[in-house]
Structure formats: structure tokens, C-alpha cells
């Protein structure tokens, strides 16, 4: 069958496909030490699957409303509102099948025929193309490691114009780990009003920070800032919720019945007893999320150690998210030459730099087992040495 133009313009999710490829070689019996996936490890809080459990048991089985629960966005808005600074309600949100999906919504409620999108690289892989999805132009602005991987209010200035709709902001970042700093946000948000354009926030790292970096939402530096603020995020993280398929954006209540309209010819609610254990995770204490971060922030520093020794690569120390980012342009190899010789000869799975706009590096995602970092390490040391 003849399939749509929109179709090819996309590139599919590399970091699927070699997560693909790893999960197929260990289905073959291959030990493979795999780095691809930005997942946690860690199981669900058990007071989140009671509550779900609980939710099922008590017939919360039936449709709902397309926008979510009213008790979850409720309390999403209360989130936003204590942790955030932003004085949203609960027609301000609306809950979606994960971050993504919020994101996909968002696109298609906003963007129209050539209308572009700035979005700094290294970027998360589904950026452009879902913004090619939704028939807009993504607009790359290119930062280096030399900046901390941030683009600057300069850089944002000049990437605007008269098409400009959006700009992608993303701390702490996938896949770079970076985090900006309170004035770096509010220096952007000065230009975002000045130029009278929008910002979608991906917050979804906002819980992951280490050595005492803050989180700063961008739509509390100002009331100008914030009537131009989209917020997405979801519970896939922080929570180790990735199945759940839980997420929700914020913004302006237009925007938001937008999404909904959408929502309601697409995938109607989210799964309605999922949405409980979202409910819990607000509710409940934060002691889990502090104990899976207190977790990350130790493999981080190991495999930065291990990363740091290994001639031929260098890396920045993030203070966010879970990944990390290491240059690898001193092998002189591109990133998915490295990244399938890794794999093929060495069982170990990272995901290539190209798939972030950022063909000379790989992104190792920590949240694993520190047996898998250390054994991982080793074989990618004799990697690198074997091809330097
Ligand atoms: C994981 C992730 C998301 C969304 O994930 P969901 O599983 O759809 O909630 C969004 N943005 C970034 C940058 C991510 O890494």
C-alpha cells in the first residue's frame, strides 16, 4: 500500500532499535551489558501498585474523562503549583499516555505547515520528528560541550523568526545530563517574551539532580513568561513508572482543550486505573524518588570515573537525568560505527550520538546495576584500546 508522505520524513527511534537488538541478543543467551535504554531498574513503588491494584479492584475499569481523572489533575495542578511555582489549575492540565504523547499533543494542537520550532542539539531523538509529524519545520541550534551543552540567549535570538512558534527547552536534559541554573533560565525567558514566542518545558528529569544543582521551572521567572509556558512531564522517571504510560501537560487552558479535543479522536483516557497510581505517587511520600536518585548519583560518579580513565574518550560530569555523554571523536570512529562494533564484538549496547544530532558522541544511560557498570566499563576500555 502507498503510505503517506509523513511517514518517510521520519526517522525511526534508534534508541529502540538498539535496545531492540540487545534484548535480542540476550534472548540468544548473549551477556550483553546494556546502556540504551533510559529506563530506572528499579521496580515500582509498592504504594503505587497498591493503589492501581486497589483502583482495579473497585471496578476503575470504565472510560473516563478524554482529559484524565479530575482527582489527578487536580492534583497535578497542586504539584505544579507547591514545587513549581506556577499557578495552574486544574483546567490547565490534562493527562496524557506518557511525556511523549503529551508532546505529540501539544505538536499537533500548535504547529501548522512551516512553522518552526527551535530546538537546541543534543536533542532527545522524538523531538524533529514529531514536530515533522505535525508538518512544522524543527529548526537545530547546535551547543558544545564548551557551553555545558546550553544554548545561549544569544543563540535563541538568532534562531528566531517570523515563523518561530516554539522553542524546546529540556533540563535536566536527555541526553546530555545538563542542568541550567536559575539566571541561564530566566536569561532565555527574557528573549522567549521579548520575541513573543512560546516554550514547551520538558521537566520530566526535574526529581534527578545531583551535587546540589536546582531545579528551576521556566514559567516561574516571570507573569509574561509563564502565559507563554507549556509544561510537560510525567511520573516514567522519578516514579519508575515507564509502563504505566502516565503524563500530563500544563499551559494555557486553549492550549490544553486542544489537546483534549485531540485526545478525545485519538486515544481517549489514559488507562483509567494507572491513573490511581499516579494519584499515590503525588500523595505519597518522596523518600522512594530520593532513594532511587541517592542510587543514580553513585553509578553516575563510577561510570564517570570508568569513562574518564579510558583513553580516547573524555566526558563531561552532568549534574542531571541519568545519562551520559561522552565524546568519542578522538577514535576517529562515527557514532554508529562505535556504537555496532560495541555491541557486535564487544555485548555492550549504547545509543549512537547521531540519533541526538550529535554524531561524535554515544549516550550510556546509569540507571542499572552497578555489576552490569563495572563489567560494561571493562569491555568498553578494551573496546576503545583495540581501535586506538
Ligand atoms: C523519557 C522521556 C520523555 C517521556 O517519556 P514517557 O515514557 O512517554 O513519559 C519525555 N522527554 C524526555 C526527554 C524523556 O527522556
Given amino acids: 500500500m502507498k503510505l503517506a508522505a509523513r511517514v518517510g520524513q521520519v526517522t525511526p527511534s534508534l534508541t529502540l532499535a538498539v535496545d531492540t ?113 505535525a508538518e512544522g519545520k524543527p529548526v537545530i541550534v547546535e551547543t558544545t560541550a564548551e557551553t555545558g551543552f546550553k544554548i545561549t540567549p544569544e543563540q535563541l535570538r538568532q534562531a528566531i523568526t517570523p515563523q518561530t512558534r516554539l522553542f524546546v527547552l529540556n533540563s535536566p536534559s536527555n541526553p546530555t545530563g545538563m542542568v541550567y541554573t536559575p539566571d541561564e533560565i530566566r536569561a532565555l525567558a527574557a528573549v522567549i517574551v521579548e520575541k513573543d514566542i512560546y516554550v514547551v518545558s520538558d521537566e520530566i528529569y526535574e526529581k534527578l539532580l545531583y551535587d546540589g544543582a536546582e531545579h528551576f521551572s521556566i514559567g516561574a521567572a516571570s507573569p509574561e513568561i509563564y502565559e507563554r509556558t507549556i509544561v510537560s512531564s510525567g511520573f516514567a522517571k522519578a516514579f519508575s513508572m515507564t509502563g504505566w504510560r502516565v503524563g500530563y501537560l500544563a499551559g494555557p487552558v486553549d492550549v490544553i482543550r486542544a489537546c483534549a479535543t485531540i485526545q478525545g479522536h485519538s486515544t481517549s483516557n489514559v488507562c483509567t486505573f494507572a491513573q490511581y497510581g499516579a494519584i499515590a505517587a503525588l500523595e505519597g511520600s518522596l523518600d522512594c524518588v530520593e532513594e532511587m536518585r541517592l542510587a543514580f548519583a553513585q553509578r553516575r560518579q563510577v561510570m564517570l570515573d570508568y569513562l574518564n580513565a579510558i583513553p580516547g574518550l573524555t566526558c563531561t560530569k552532568p549534574d542531571g537525568a541519568f545519562y551520559l555523554l561522552p565524546s568519542i571523536k578522538k577514535t576517529g570512529l562515527k557514532s554508529l560505527e562505535f556504537s555496532t562494533a560495541l555491541l557486535d564484538d564487544y555485548q555492550v549496547a549504547v545509543v549512537p550520538g547521531v540519533a541526538f544530532g550529535a554524531d561524535d558522541y554515544v549516550r550510556l544511560s546509569y540507571a542499572t546495576d552497578m555489576d552490569t557498570i563495572k563489567r560494561g566499563m571493562e569491555q568498553l576500555d578494551k573496546f576503545v584500546r583495540s581501535r586506538t
Fill in 21 to 133: 537488538k540487545a534484548k535480542g541478543m540476550k534472548a540468544q543467551g548473549i551477556n550483553v551489558c546494556s546502556f540504551s535504554v533510559g529506563e530506572p531498574d528499579f521496580p515500582t513503588p509498592p504504594h503505587i501498585v497498591e493503589a492501581a491494584e486497589k483502583a482495579l479492584e473497585s471496578g476503575k475499569t470504565k472510560y473516563g474523562p478524554a482529559a484524565g481523572e479530575p482527582k489527578l489533575r487536580e492534583a497535578i495542578a497542586q504539584k505544579l503549583q507547591k514545587e513549581n511555582s506556577l499557578c495552574f489549575g486544574a483546567e490547565n492540565v490534562i493527562v496524557t499516555n506518557g511525556g511523549k504523547h503529551s508532546l505529540f499533543n501539544l505538536f499537533m494542537a500548535t504547529i501548522e505547515p512551516g512553522d518552526e520550532v527551535i530546538i537546541p542539539s543534543p536533542y532527545w531523538v522524538s523531538y524533529p520528528e514529531m514536530v515533522k509529524l
